[in-house]
């Protein structure tokens, strides 16, 4: 049982590059959602799925796009990468809405655009 | 709209007890959460209150909720080397059954020997 799992561990793009950023979770999460960590500033929700085959803006969705094929995985992507996408990213997942359930994070992404 | 606020740095020494204090706008938020983020790690749950308890323990954890005045706080009792890493307050946001979190900008705690 790995949990939450992202890929790559670290990336450098130059401005315009394209990438995906991939999140797996072997725990048959529904919920799944992708974060920005900036210092200062906490997580901000990029996009998030409430199930395969569906997805929602959040708070800072400009720039980003998600898919959400299979249960299990969450892709990130970033059309046109710019400096200030530079960031950690750290995705998440949660089985149940009820009672205190918790949201499991992978261990982050870090992006650096030139 | 939502926002959660914490301050961004305390130092204590081992042994002693520390307070991490946040505040949200949210009155209708339903769980709050406190989060621990090692360097270089996700994020991990600590604890977390109901909206409806003033307070709950947890081994050297203590949450407080103050509902009116919309503030939280995390007490961790006899602050060992380890307890050294970032802090976050959390709630339950959005509209509908999401599971959103608003998080707060995270509070690094310095534990010197």
């Known amino acids: 049982n790995a949990g939450v799992t992202q890929t790559p561990k670290f990336r450098v793009l130059k401005t315009g590059q394209s990438m995906t950023l991939l999140c797996a979770q072997d725990m048959n999460h529904e919920y799944m959602y992708w974060y920005r960590q900036d210092p200062g500033m906490g997580l901000r929700l990029i996009h998030y799925s409430v199930g395969e085959g569906t997805t929602a803006k959040g708070e800072v969705p400009d720039g980003y796009n998600v898919s959400r094929l299979k249960k299990q995985n969450f892709l990130l992507g970033l059309e046109s990468a710019a400096p200030s996408q530079t960031s950690v990213y750290f995705c998440?997942?949660?089985?149940?809405?009820?009672?205190?359930?918790?949201?499991?994070f992978g261990p982050g992404t870090r992006l650096l655009v030139l | 709209g939502e926002d959660v606020e914490q301050s961004l740095f305390l130092s204590v020494r081992e042994g002693d007890s520390s307070v991490i204090n946040c505040t949200y706008t949210d009155s209708s938020s339903t769980y709050l959460y406190w989060y621990k983020q090692e360097p270089g790690a996700g994020l991990q749950l600590l604890t977390y209150i109901f909206s409806n308890m003033d307070m709950k323990q947890d081994q050297r954890l203590t949450v407080l909720l103050n509902k009116k005045d919309k503030h939280l706080s995390l007490r961790i009792a006899d602050t060992q080397t380890g307890d050294s890493a970032i802090y976050f307050c959390?709630?339950?946001?959005?509209?509908?059954?999401?599971?959103?979190?608003?998080f707060g900008q995270g509070t690094t705690l310095q534990v010197k020997p």
């Open positions: 959390a709630e339950r946001g959005g509209s509908g059954n999401t599971g959103k979190l608003i």
């Open positions: 998440a997942s949660s089985y149940t809405l009820s009672g205190g359930e918790t949201q499991y």
